[in-house]
């Protein structure tokens, strides 16, 4: 039961373009959003959040969407730059039931930025 | 300004033998959570932990896994008779507040080889 979906294991996006990342859930418990990034043998690190009462939150490069209705969230990065070339995991967490407490993570994306 | 800390970074063990991985949390955190990483998935939750008291369990294997936070000193997380198919990368995360809206900080990991 894949609660958080990435269904895009990998996107390849020219330096200076848009990287689109996308993200899918399925339970209505989750009300608090983050994303990821993570490099080989390394531990995640920490992006962007949302949380469930907005639907944009922004930090410099990195802009964060959330369509409570349609169940999705999407992460922009304008402009991609070659650095940004890893693996970016989407994960989600709520407030109660099974939800509490703990990350609930996607699959993850490959993002390869071209120079 | 310490990170998560976990150590060691990479453990060799023998099928039979107990792993024993160790994590602190960062400064000022009392919030502490386990995660593992099958190679080609995403992270899994394990368990999380506060100090002195196991939250919520529900992620660790019914047996051979256990996980402790004492009052002082780092988080452990024990695995005994180990098998091969517990050959992964386990991750420690911590965070101030608690759950929900809280970000969770990642360590950098220890990579688990089971021969």
């Known amino acids: 039961d894949q609660q958080v979906k990435q269904n895009s294991p990998s996107l390849s996006v020219q330096e200076g373009r848009i990287s689109i990342l996308n993200c899918d859930y399925t339970?209505?418990?989750?009300?608090?959003f983050l994303w990821y990034k993570k490099y080989p043998a390394e531990g995640p690190t920490f992006l962007i959040s949302?949380?469930?009462?907005?639907d944009k939150n922004e930090d410099g490069r990195f802009t964060v969407f959330l369509n409570k209705s349609a169940k999705h969230l999407s992460l922009h990065i304008v402009p991609s730059q070659p650095g940004d070339s890893a693996v970016y995991f989407c994960a989600a967490s709520g407030d109660g039931g099974t939800s509490y407490g703990k990350l609930t993570f996607g699959q993850g994306t490959i993002l390869t930025v071209h120079p | 300004n310490a990170g998560v800390m976990q150590n060691p970074r990479h453990l060799v063990r023998r099928r039979g033998q107990e792993a024993r991985l160790r994590c602190s949390p960062m400064?000022?955190?009392?919030?502490v959570y386990w995660y593992r990483q099958l190679p080609e998935e995403g992270l899994k939750f394990m368990v999380y932990?506060?100090?002195?008291?196991?939250?919520?369990e529900s992620g660790m294997p019914k047996e051979r896994f256990s996980a402790e936070f004492p009052k002082e000193g780092p988080s452990i997380l024990r695995i005994q008779q180990v098998v091969r198919g517990d050959s992964a990368a386990y991750f420690c995360?911590?965070?101030?507040?608690?759950?929900?809206?809280?970000?969770?900080?990642f360590g950098p990991g220890t990579r688990l080889t089971v021969l």
């Open positions: 400064k000022g955190h009392s919030h």
């Open positions: 995360a911590s965070s101030g507040r608690g759950p929900s809206t809280d970000t969770q900080y």
């Open positions: 949302i949380s469930s009462i907005k």
């Open positions: 932990l506060q100090k002195e008291n196991i939250i919520d």
């Open positions: 339970n209505s418990m989750f009300d608090y």
